[in-house]
């Protein structure tokens, strides 16, 4: 590769040239296989190269990839909507397609604010969100990111939002049980609800497990209730953002089904076009869609959006998630994954936490358990285990970001096809890595 490419992406560190994908494998130019153990950025669920999905693209194709949605209406996206409703939480049955994550967590935002108007509460218009957290790179989803280094930057650009902590109640060192913290992280909320103004409070936005900013955690699960019931008190809309934790990762078809709680709204991205098309979705239920259109529309959308081509990619990934059993197999891979990491934990005590659920799956390093303390930043730990892992021929996802602080984290979450075998290269590569 030469230095004079005209391609930038937002670093200058350069990758190698991929060649080509089948399976939970990923092949470089030069001919080195690695296993695609964070599907992208938990994005390729379904795994490379799937023939089922390749096919029913090749078809929509051939009759019309592009029909522009003020033109025309189209097959897939009707029939997508209708299958994708049906993973949804009761009444959550109206599905608005974008083409990643970003776009369909600023759908979520505009949406919610857009009913909030409609129904005479335009002074409603703060979004509260979570600390650190990661919601999208566009100026709205930004807004609502707590991770300094990516919203620094554009601060006079945007409408800085409230945030509150992340729960992050494996780190604390006091005497309340597990549960007890998890309704204290959830009580941040309604201080910071009556700090703001409840009646200046448009929506909350949280990932219900987390992905990348906090390495897959996980709250307590008195949270979950907690945060439904304080939303409800201040007629505060919950928008769970399932952007890396949709489409079957956790072991669920949502994150937030692992919980007896409902969101008002939901992003949906990554694992749902799976890496064949760019596809996204905002759900959301009648009652909010409907008096946005009553008051003259949603004054929101974008060009690509529900493109024929995209659905039938969606739609063949449904159906291979289906036939193929999925997110069944990422519960049941995730728990052999999981109890492999925590083996490892046993063995290397920088290991300070294993977390995640099925396969969207994370380990944290730490100076030691009992004071779980980061690695100092010196290290660059995330950025060597990353390096060496791919030496050795796994991906890996690693970032330095936990709870409030600073902690450098990995993720492990391959194809929900992944086998018992390939479980098992997974973890001598990384046992191999941590050594
Ligand atoms: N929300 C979450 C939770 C994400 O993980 C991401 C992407 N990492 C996004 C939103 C933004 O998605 P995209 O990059 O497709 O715009």
Known sequence: MTSASHLFY??????????????????????????????????????HGNRHVIEAMKAQLERVSFAYRLHFENEPAEELARRAAGYMPDGMDKVFFVSGGSEAVESCLKLARQYAVAVGQGSRWKVISRFPSYHGSTLGALAVTGYAA????????????????????????????????????????????????????????????????????????????????????HSILLIHDEVMSGAGRTGKFLGGDHWNCQPDLIALSKGFGAGYSPLGAMIAPSRLVQPVLDAGGFMHGYTYAGNPLACAAGLAVLDEIERLGLVENAAVMGELLKAELVKLSER??????????????????????????????????????????????????????????????????????ITPEEIGEVVSILDDTLL
């Open 10 to 47: 937002q670093t200058r560190l350069r990758r190698p040239l991929v060649d080509r994908a089948e399976g939970i494998y990923l092949y470089d130019r030069n001919g080195k296989k690695v296993i695609d153990g964070s599907s992208g950025a938990m994005v390729a669920n379904i795994g």
């Open 150 to 233: 990516l919203t620094d930057p554009f601060t006079p650009m945007m409408q800085e939002m409230p945030k509150i902590v992340a729960p992050t109640a494996y780190l604390d060192r006091d005497n309340f049980s597990m549960e007890e913290r998890g309704i204290r992280y959830a009580d941040k909320l309604e201080e910071k609800i009556i700090e703001e103004g409840p009646e200046s409070v448009l929506a909350f936005i949280m990932e219900p497990i987390g992905g990348a900013s906090t390495g897959a955690l996980v709250a307590p699960d008195s949270y979950y209730p907690r945060i439904r019931d304080i939303c409800d008190r």
């Open 348 to 417: 290397f005590p920088f290991i300070g936490d294993v977390r995640g659920k099925g396969l969207l799956l994370a380990a944290e390093f730490v100076v030691d358990r009992q004071t779980m303390k980061p690695l100092p930043k010196e290290l660059n730990a995330f950025q060597r285990v990353v390096d060496i892992a791919y030496d050795k021929g796994l991906i890996i996802y690693s970032r330095r970001t936990r709870g409030g602080i600073e902690g450098d984290h990995f993720l492990v979450c391959p194809p929900m096809i």
